[in-house]
């Protein structure tokens, strides 16, 4: 496997406040890969280092093998998509993305003809002369997008480029900006705070927090197998139930829940005691063959399941989700209910 990025212990400090605390990341050739988490974890301060519109306190950042870090932005071969877009008003759509190359010194009939190129990726052609305020958000975004791949870097950052956009236009351009990447070949690094956009997109993803990676893997890897509470809590929806592990040996825990039932799940932790135990709402079901026992507060109808909250013998609060079908049957607020766990449902986290 070729390594796109390679970054290697790199730390950010602006004076006393340190924003990266010695990240390390390989991020393949052509792989969409995804920074994840809250505003000041660091994502876009990492993402910066990459452009070069930071520059690293110590570390190291390789393009492809070659040292970049101290390189200045316009040498490094990487564009970047921002989340304003950042057209140019007084040129047409076509001169908008033909830009790049034109400061590159390519001739006007190359640069006009991989403009057009790249406006037809993004189902664009029709809009080449028209200018950017006469585009909707969404279109003005595929114009940055094709600019940004018109001089063919080897390294495609998007700072957060969908945010500003309509849910239905999000989910829309999610689909267009994983196509294009695939199209393309080329890597590309986004920056989100959007769990579902990472989610669907992502070839691998790296979970930050407080300046540090707390998780890199497969989408599949991180809401399936998070490593801590930060990770289980901030991916998707998840109950977090303290427990009692009685032992832990060879990634597996045998603990006692809730109730006195006691169970083995897969373990991020390695040592015994009061721990958290994770548990997607998704993964019980209502079941006489009850691992749990908890109390219904309310019924919450989304559509296309019913979100159930209850809270279980002791005061812990715990949510499960039932699909909205014909032959589903919810249960009253104040009825008792058991729930039983999903085979593999369960795990055990590290504080």
């Known amino acids: 496997m070729s390594i796109a990025v390679d970054i290697r212990d790199a730390v950010k400090s602006y004076g006393p406040v340190t924003a990266l605390h010695g990240v390390s990341l390989a991020i393949a050739d ?85 403009a057009g190129k790249m406006l037809e990726m993004v189902h664009l052609s029709q809009f080449a002369d028209r200018m950017p305020a006469q585009l909707s958000g969404g279109q003005q975004q595929r114009v940055a997008l094709a600019r940004a791949l018109a001089p063919a870097p080897k390294v495609l950052l998007l700072d957060e480029p969908l945010s500003a956009l309509d849910l239905k236009l999000r989910q829309a351009m999610r689909v267009e900006l994983k196509q294009l990447q695939e199209d393309t070949g080329i890597t590309f690094v986004f920056v989100t705070h959007d769990q579902e956009e990472a989610l669907t997109m992502s070839d691998r993803i790296a979970v930050m927090s407080n300046g540090r990676v707390q998780q890199t893997g497969t989408a ?13 809590d901030f991916i998707g929806e998840t109950n977090l139930l303290q427990v009692d592990v009685d032992s832990v040996s060879e990634g597996r825990a045998t603990l006692t829940l809730p109730g006195g039932h006691r169970i083995t799940c897969p373990s991020a932790s390695t040592t015994t005691g009061k721990h958290h135990l994770s548990i997607r709402p998704e993964r019980l079901t209502i079941s ?64």
């Open 288 to 351: 006489p063959e009850a691992d749990l026992t908890a109390t219904v507060d309310r019924v919450v109808y989304l559509g296309t399941d019913l979100q159930v909250i209850a809270h279980l013998e002791g005061g812990q609060p715990i949510t499960l989700r039932l699909q909205n079908a014909a032959r589903t049957t919810p249960p009253d607020p104040g009825q008792r209910i058991g729930l039983h766990l999903e085979e593999g449902a369960a795990r055990l986290l590290a504080d």
């Open 220 to 232: 599949r890897d991180i809401y399936e197998a998070p490593v801590n509470r930060f990770v289980a």
């Open 30 to 114: 052509n792989e969409f890969f995804t920074l994840l988490g809250p505003s000041g974890c660091g994502k876009t301060t990492l993402l910066r280092l990459i452009a070069g519109f930071e520059t690293i306190t110590s570390g190291e950042i390789r393009l492809f093998g070659q040292d970049i870090a101290r390189l200045e932005p316009n040498h490094r071969p990487v564009n970047t998509v921002f989340q304003n877009y950042a057209l140019f008003p007084h040129l047409t759509v076509l001169e908008n993305v033909a830009f790049g190359l034109k400061m590159q010194g390519v001739d006007a009939a190359t640069r006009h003809a991989r």
